[in-house]
């Protein structure tokens, strides 16, 4: 349920809403916007009669809210939610984000090299995986922190923010250390330990879109996060598994304007996973961006043919100058932009 405090209501009436809100057993979690308070309550199985509220002094109206992902709602949080990075780099705003950078990092010449080439290119913001969650457990696992110290060093060279992946709690309370924004990857999204503790995590959270997850069971996961006090969520569609091999998952374009409908956290697209395939990557970033996502996640490599991991979707550094080319051309013709690098050092 949600609480619509009249414009003119003063505080000594919300926090009367507040306490027989939580009088009922539940928590209240206001949220002020620009004209009037809304509370919204949380911790409620089944729904809440209406009429403990309507009566009170300032309430306007009560609302009974239908989604099971209640923070996450756009019904209960109308305006986006905008993501800011140290760099100056938002995320959900105006202007699109785009990062790129290998799917692990395997050196420190072949981090520099990719980092120097999609900097240049435009990214502004640095992927590369230091813990790997590998369907295989023979095949390559990442480096660990050696892995988040290069790409830190990386960050700060070329004026980037740095996106990298935890796989588990040991690894977040790391990641948190060195990275701008946490991945949690599509093999952990429904990992329920993991989410909550990212929840309380002081950096934003990147959730991937699970392997074979429904949008509600996605947006329950960003739930998670969102319940434990982290509002900085950013939602990446990454391709979902299909009845069809031909492609290594199925890129769900129209999800992206689906859930910024549902919600408003911002959404980007993994057109890198979601194909599988080099040579597909350009396509489905001209129709992710076309499609009104926020950003976009590449992956890169300056050799893809000798890459540790995932190098038949990685481009070569040329090909993303093309696609960063293409992806400012449609973003332009939907009215947006995409946002620049500050800085291209070295
Ligand atoms: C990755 O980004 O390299 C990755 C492992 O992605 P996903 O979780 O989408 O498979
Ligand atoms: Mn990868």
Redesign the pocket.
């Known amino acids: 349920m949600l609480i619509v405090m009249s414009q003119d209501a003063t505080a000594a009436q919300i926090d009367a809403v507040k306490a027989r809100v939580a009088q009922l057993g539940f928590q209240a979690r206001p949220m002020p916007g620009e004209q009037r308070v809304a509370i919204g309550i949380v911790g409620n199985d089944g729904p809440v009669d209406a009429a403990h509220f309507e009566g009170m002094p300032g309430v306007l109206q009560a609302i009974h809210v239908a989604s099971p992902y209640k923070l996450v709602s756009r019904e209960w949080h109308r305006e986006d939610t905008i993501v800011h990075l140290p760099n100056g780099v938002t995320i959900g705003g105006p202007e699109i984000c785009v990062m790129a950078g290998p799917?692990a990092v395997e050196s420190r010449d072949q981090l520099l090299e990719t980092a120097e080439s999609v900097a240049r290119a435009g990214a502004v913001v640095l992927r590369g995986?230091a813990f790997k969650p590998r369907s295989n457990p023979y095949s390559f696992q990442g480096l660990g922190e050696p892995a988040l110290e290069l790409l830190a060093e990386a960050r700060d060279h070329f004026g980037l923010a740095l996106i990298t992946e935890a796989i588990d709690e040991p690894s977040l309370d790391l990641v948190e250390q060195y990275t701008d924004i946490i991945q949690l990857g599509a093999r952990s999204m429904q990992n329920f330990p993991l989410l909550k503790r990212a929840g309380r995590a002081r950096k934003p959270v990147l959730l991937k879109r699970g392997l074979a997850a429904t949008i509600r069971e996605w947006l329950l996961a960003a739930e998670y996060i969102l319940a434990e006090g982290n509002s900085q969520v950013i939602l990446c569609e990454r391709g979902i598994r299909s009845y069809d091999d031909a492609t290594r998952n199925m890129l769900d374009v129209i999800a992206i304007p689906l859930v910024k409908q549902l919600s408003h956290l911002p959404v980007i697209a993994d057109p890198?996973?979601g194909t599988g395939r080099r040579h597909l990557v350009g396509a489905a970033s001209r129709a992710a961006i076309a499609a009104d996502a926020d950003g976009l996640l590449i992956?890169v490599h300056r050799q893809p043919d000798q890459a540790m991991?995932?190098g038949a979707q990685s481009l070569f550094p040329g090909q993303f100058v093309e696609l960063m080319s293409e992806v400012r051309s449609v973003a332009a013709a939907i009215g947006r932009t995409v946002q620049a690098p500050a800085v291209v050092a070295r």
């Open positions: 799917c995986g890198s996973h992956e991991s995932d």
